[in-house]
């Protein structure tokens, strides 16, 4: 995978350094490709380097004095954006030295920056966290948002449908995926008026690279019925961390139960083939990258606890949506709808007024 060079907040995440390289090293022997600007302290990631010769021989260093830290309020991480390994990454895509940035850092921090120094896509009111999640289809499905927005209107819904389907169809090669929105019933009468709004807009427009069906509830959202789920920022972060503590919950509950008895134990060597895969499945370094979409720019969130498995994720995240332009993807999508509601608008005015219904009975 040839892409422009990645910029990689290299101090952020739980354990900093000694992981994001690894993750790095191990992106670029995966995807022999790839280049890298690595942000953070010169010194540091120079001795950090000297265990990966190969990422070393593809990388430049962009030294950054200081370190947004988890506890900082984005308010005060904006003010620092100029000398902080997070803000400095960032800043190297909305120049054009890096193609997207990769942080494991304080999401907060990570969202304000990219927002204020990107810009939100012409047409895009909000950008949203999209992530890929563990499903029981034949793919994965996309997620979103997962916590940019607490509250949304139709427009964000809309707008959030349409950015999911551009990204499943990158991430999962789908041509027309499945989208719906997360809802606490799929009865049409069901949910705020935001998301019957939203699903009556959404319907309208069979003309998209996407096929709407209605609602989904939180109990069936990885049955792979569905590839893009649609939500508010506030409902979806909810989900996504019941998602997540459900996960653990189950690999504890099975690793308590086969530690229970020496029957259990001879139980869990017979099925340990099944329980391997369950793990491999549940791992959420193997979902790892969240990215937030509809910034003018690609900006790739890794989870601050990943393995430097999971930071490789991410970096491969970033890659994809960079290789396949998903900011033009975006683009074309969203003046394609905009195109179409002004026409079905129009032509709803024109049939009103041979009607005799006056304007403003019309429903857009």
Same mark, same amino acid.
């Given at each position: 995978?040839?892409?422009?060079?990645?910029?990689?907040?290299?101090?952020?995440? /739980?354990?900093?350094?000694?992981?994001?390289?690894?993750?790095?090293?191990?992106?670029?022997?995966?995807?022999?490709?790839?280049?890298?600007?690595?942000?953070? /302290?010169?010194?540091?990631?120079?001795?950090?380097?000297?265990?990966?010769?190969? =990422?070393?021989?593809?990388?430049?260093?962009?030294?950054?004095? *200081?370190?947004?830290?988890?506890?900082?309020?984005?308010?005060?991480?904006?003010?620092?954006?100029?000398?902080?390994?997070?803000?400095?990454?960032?800043?190297?895509?909305?120049?054009?030295?890096?193609?997207?940035?990769?942080?494991?850092?304080?999401?907060?921090?990570?969202? #304000?920056?990219?927002?204020?120094?990107?810009?939100?896509?012409?047409?895009? /009111?909000?950008?949203? =966290?999209?992530?890929?999640?563990?499903?029981?289809?034949?793919? /994965?499905?996309?997620?979103?948002?997962?916590?940019?927005?607490?509250?949304?209107?139709?427009?964000?819904?809309?707008?959030?449908?349409?950015?999911?389907?551009?990204?499943?169809?990158?991430?999962?090669?789908?041509?027309?995926?499945?989208?719906?929105?997360?809802? +606490?019933?799929?009865?049409?009468?069901?949910?705020?008026?935001?998301?019957?709004?939203?699903?009556?807009?959404?319907?309208?427009?069979?003309?998209?690279?996407?096929?709407?069906?209605?609602?989904?509830?939180?109990?069936?959202?990885?049955?792979?019925?569905?590839?893009?789920?649609? $939500?508010?920022?506030?409902?979806g972060n909810i989900a996504l961390k019941t998602i997540e503590g459900t996960a653990r919950f189950v690999? *504890?509950?099975?690793?308590?139960?086969?530690?229970?008895?020496?029957?259990?134990?001879?139980?869990?060597?017979?099925?340990?083939?099944? $329980?391997?895969?369950?793990?491999?499945?549940?791992?959420?370094?193997?979902?790892?990258?969240?990215?937030?979409?509809?910034?003018?720019?690609?900006?790739?969130?890794?989870?601050?606890?990943?393995?430097?498995?999971?930071?490789?994720?991410?970096?491969?995240?970033?890659?994809?949506?960079?290789?396949?332009? +998903?900011?033009?993807?975006?683009?074309? *999508?969203?003046?394609?709808?905009?195109?179409?509601?002004?026409?079905?608008?129009?032509?709803?005015?024109?049939?009103?007024?041979?009607?005799?219904?006056?304007?403003?009975?019309? #429903?857009?």
């Open positions: 995978m040839v892409v422009p060079r990645l910029a990689i907040d290299a101090m952020g995440g /739980d354990e900093g350094l000694a992981i994001m390289l690894a993750g790095a090293a191990l992106a670029q022997r995966r995807w022999p490709g790839l280049t890298f600007l690595l942000v953070g /302290d010169q010194a540091e990631i120079r001795a950090g380097l000297v265990k990966h010769p190969g =990422l070393a021989a593809v990388s430049e260093i962009a030294h950054a004095p *200081d370190v947004i830290g988890g506890s900082d309020k984005p308010a005060q991480a904006l003010r620092r954006a100029k000398t902080t390994s997070m803000g400095i990454a960032v800043d190297a895509v909305k120049t054009g030295k890096a193609g997207a940035a990769v942080s494991a850092g304080n999401t907060g921090a990570l969202m #304000a920056m990219a927002k204020l120094s990107l810009r939100t896509m012409p047409g895009i /009111d909000r950008p949203a =966290l999209a992530a890929l999640l563990p499903s029981l289809g034949a793919n /994965d499905h996309v997620m979103l948002d997962l916590g940019a927005n607490t509250g949304c209107d139709t427009r964000n819904l809309v707008e959030f449908a349409v950015m999911g389907a551009a990204y499943a169809r990158i991430a999962m090669g789908l041509e027309r995926p499945r989208v719906r929105l997360l809802n +606490i019933g799929t009865e049409d009468l069901k949910g705020t008026d935001a998301v019957r709004e939203a699903a009556g807009l959404l319907r309208q427009a069979t003309d998209l690279q996407m096929a709407f069906e209605g609602f989904v509830e939180g109990d069936k959202i990885s049955t792979g019925d569905t590839d893009v789920v649609v $939500t508010d920022g506030f409902s690999t *504890d509950l099975l690793k308590r139960s086969f530690r229970s008895s020496f029957r259990s134990k001879m139980g869990f060597l017979i099925s340990r083939p099944a $329980t391997e895969l369950l793990r491999h499945h549940l791992d959420p370094n193997n979902h790892n990258g969240a990215v937030f979409l509809g910034l003018n720019g690609v900006v790739v969130k890794s989870h601050g606890s990943a393995s430097d498995k999971g930071v490789a994720n991410a970096i491969g995240v970033a890659a994809k949506l960079v290789a396949n332009d +998903i900011t033009r993807r975006i683009t074309d *999508d969203l003046a394609h709808f905009s195109a179409y509601r002004a026409l079905t608008t129009a032509n709803a005015s024109v049939a009103a007024a041979h009607s005799g219904t006056p304007r403003q009975a019309v #429903a857009e």
